[in-house]
Every structure is written in structure tokens, then in C-alpha cells.
């Protein structure tokens, strides 16, 4: 391992300006597009307003505990996730588990590429939204006017549609990763936040007054208690909360890991974690009423109406319900323009767990990590999402990497640190030491056990069904190159940047002290 360089040692590392600075950023993260398009479709799907048992249990017993370890470990050992990682490791088992670092650093850059083309498509959505340009056939629209979508396949037929915003997107969070954590995501997230916020209670207030929103309303949230005996259900509410709350791949160790030596945690991630939640239920509340106006529109039942998750929802349901609705295109903007910002926000997490970890690898600092790997990441996000074949492989790449790749790093994760290495002990008194909510043993068990149980349930479920099943329909080869083949890139990639010699020391940024060491819970309080 080579030496820092005096220039890269003296560098101080940053920090994020404060406690609400720290807090709006993690929620800006957790807030994203799967808040707004995911949760209405799984909750309805899934027992309606019965799922909030088993949601608020998920929520409980592992959303919580994984975000607290998270916090512990990139807080603790002051670092990326390779840097903190490879501390927590020590002597013993530092390599590996700076490996471990690199596979959730080249998860983040893969989603990277291909959320940033779903910003892009909010984007000009947005633009049409004041012109309604998508006409009586918003699915024709999407698929063959805007994307040009082709057969599953790889193509270098560039859509110009989609090329111009996604250059646009890229530019932007170059910008703002250079700026650095305090003066560049910080600040973006302070005034995208209360924006976001603000917008889209403006659309759920507005769609509140619709005609048909209580049958929508009565849709999701009329409970199924029956569903409740199905494993499936709970399998949902683990896998909705574990994907909602940005955690297992990097993006809360690094945050947490530039904030100050007092500084509480735990109290700040259940602000995180129920604000992400609330907004959940809010989006629930907006969409459902929303097609419920459509439903008693087209003289069918919310039931019946196709596309009720996803982009299918985004792009081609709620556009033709903007073209039905008084003040459609006020609503649509509203609509779209929520997307971007709940979108950029949480963008800005996932390539900051990139930029963070070749800044202390290689000894550089965030404008030059920014430019090199935003400059990287939009040549390759452009030349395989913003093709004709680009939706396509987007929701290959999407699924393979969210239910395989982030799903197997958490059970890594939960099993490493806690079980093999015996480290929950220390972390749990740290987040003690330092908060102003303590952790019990309960904690210990619900990260070591329950979590990975459920978790490795969920990721063999998901192998056998992709093995068997397929995804989609597409051709076998198709999967094989491009979802299979993502993953097996992302493991090439961390095993490579492991074995890379550092530039500079994982040491220049010292792990706090010990718990022990720290001020106790009701100092930290008081800071």
C-alpha cells in the first residue's frame, strides 16, 4: 500500500454543514421515483390497506436496523463504503471486506447509468406536459413516437428525444458532485426538498377533488385481511421497505461518514426512515385518487385499469389521465416535475457513493471525481440507454441489479459484519454513545438473523424464478448477456478496484475512537 502524498493527507474531509443538512440530503435520497411509482401499485396489490401491518412490521424489524447499521459502520470508521468496510475488516479480513465496498460502489455506478435516463424521460414528459404532445395514444407516444423502442437487442440508434435531456441531467450532477457534500448536495437537496414537497402536496390536494378520487381511495386502502396469511404479502412489505430506504449499497455509510465526531444517528435515521414512509403514503393517496378519476372516466374499476406501477404508470396511464382532467397540463407538470426532483435528489446519493470511494482511493478531489466519473458514467449511460433499445435493457438491468445485486449485498452485509466478524457489539455502542436514542441487544439480533433470513429468502426466490421463469418474456440470450452479464460486470469490477494499490492511505481519515471514548448519550445530545 503506497504512502498519501502530503497534499492528499493534509486534504480535510468533508462534512455536511449539520444535523438538518444531513438529514434533508438522506431523506432527499430514500424520496425517490420507487416512492411515487412503486408503492401504490405493491400496497394494492398486496391487500390494500392491510398491507400496512405487515409494511409497518418490515419497517420495524429491518428497514430501521439495516439503515442504523449503515449509519453505525460509515460513521464509525469514517469512509466510503471500501474505506469503512476495509476498516471494520481489520487485519484479519480487511481485503475482503473492502471488496464487499467496491460491489456496492459498482452497483451504485450501474443504477447510476440507467436512473439518470428515467430523469431524462421525467424531463421531457414535463416539457410535454403543456402541450399535452402525447395526443389519444400516450402508450403509441411513449413507446414509438419518443423512445422508438425496437426488439430486445443491442443498438446504437441514437433517440434524440431522449439524448438531449439525458446530456442535460448528466451536466447537472457533474456540477453538483463537484461542488462537493456541504456546498453541492447539501444545497441542491434544501431547495429541491421543500420544492418536491410543496409540488406534489399541491397534486395530491388537487387529485383529492377529482371526480371518482374516493373510489380510487376505497381501491387501496379497503383492507384484505386475508392477504395477510399469504408469505408473499410480507416478502412485498420487506422488499418495498428495504429498496425505499436507499440502504445495503453504500449510499447511508457514505452520507453518514461526513458527519461530525458529535453527532447523534439513530434519532436522525427514524426521522429518515418515517418521513420516507409518510411520503409513501402520501404518493398512495395522490396516485389512487387520481385513478380513480380515470376508472369512473373509462366506466371501469381502478381494478381493471392497466398499469398501475412503474413506468407503465408514469409514462403512459398518468399522461393519458392528464389528458382527460380540468387543468390537465397544470397537473401533469406538477406530476412530472415531482418526478425530477425526487429523481435528482436521490441520483446525487447513488454517484456520491462512487465519487466518495475514488476520492479516497486515489487520492483526488470531488471536482476531479466528478468530472472523471460523471464524464465516464454519461458516455456509457448514453451510448446503452439512450438507444432503441434502451427501455428494454433498462428494465433487464433494473431488475437483475435491485432484486440480485442489492439484495446479496445486504446479506453479505448483515452476515459479515455481525455474524462472522462479531462487530455488532461495537456498533450497537457506538450508536449508543452518540445518539440520543440508545440501542438494545434486540438490535444485534434483528440485523444478525432476521434480516439476512428474510433477505436470503427473497434473493434465492428471485434466482430460481429468473432461472426457471425468465423475465419478461425476453429471449434467454437476451438475459443472459445483459442481465446476468450486468451482474457478473459489477463483480469483475469490485474484485479489479480491490486489487488496485491504494494512492493514498484508507488511513489519512481516522475511524473515530472507540465508543467508549465518545461522549455519552446525553452529551451528544446537547451538541
Known sequence: MSAATPSTASRPRELFTGQVGFILAAIGSAVGLGNIWRFPGVAYENGGGAFLIPYIVALLTAGIPILFLDYAIGHRFRGAAPTALRRLGGARAGRAMEGLGW???????????????????????????????????PAGFFVGDYLRVSDPGLSLDFVPGVLIPLAGVWIAVIVVLGLGVAKGIQRANVIFLPLLLVGFLALVI??????????GLNALFTPDFAALANPDVWIAAYSQIFFSLSIAFGIMITYSSYRRRRSNLTAPALVVAFANSSFEILAGIGVFATLGFFAVQQGVAVGDLEGLTGVGL???????????????????????????????????????????????????????????????????????????????ALDTVDH????????????????????????????????SAVSTVAVGRSWTALVGILAPLVLAYMLISRIVSLVIDGYEGYPAEYLVIVGWGALLLIVIGAVALTLIPWRRSPDDFAPWPASAQLPSTTEASTR
Open 103 to 137: 460491489f456496492q460502489v459498482a452497483i451504485a455506478f450501474v443504477i447510476g447509468l440507467y436512473y439518470t435516463v428515467v430523469i431524462a424521460w421525467a424531463l421531457s414528459y414535463f416539457v410535454f406536459s403543456f402541450d399535452l404532445r402525447w395526443g389519444d395514444d
Open 206 to 215: 388537487r387529485a383529492l377533488f377529482l371526480d371518482g378520487a374516493a373510489e
Open 314 to 392: 408514469s409514462f403512459i396511464t398518468f399522461p393519458a389521465i392528464v389528458s382527460q382532467m380540468p387543468g390537465g397540463p397544470i397537473f401533469g407538470a406538477l406530476f412530472f416535475g415531482s418526478l425530477v426532483m425526487a429523481g435528482f435528489t436521490s441520483l446525487l446519493s447513488v454517484l456520491q457513493v462512487v465519487s466518495a470511494a475514488f476520492q479516497e482511493k486515489f487520492g483526488v478531489g470531488p471536482r476531479a471525481a466528478a468530472a472523471t466519473i460523471g464524464g465516464v458514467s454519461a458516455v456509457l449511460s448514453v451510448l446503452l440507454f439512450s438507444t432503441t433499445s434502451g427501455l428494454i
Open 400 to 431: 437483475y441489479v435491485n432484486n440480485i445485486g442489492i439484495v446479496a449485498s445486504a446479506v453479505l452485509t448483515t452476515v459479515l459484519v455481525i455474524l462472522v466478524l462479531r462487530r455488532g457489539a461495537e456498533l450497537r455502542g457506538h450508536l
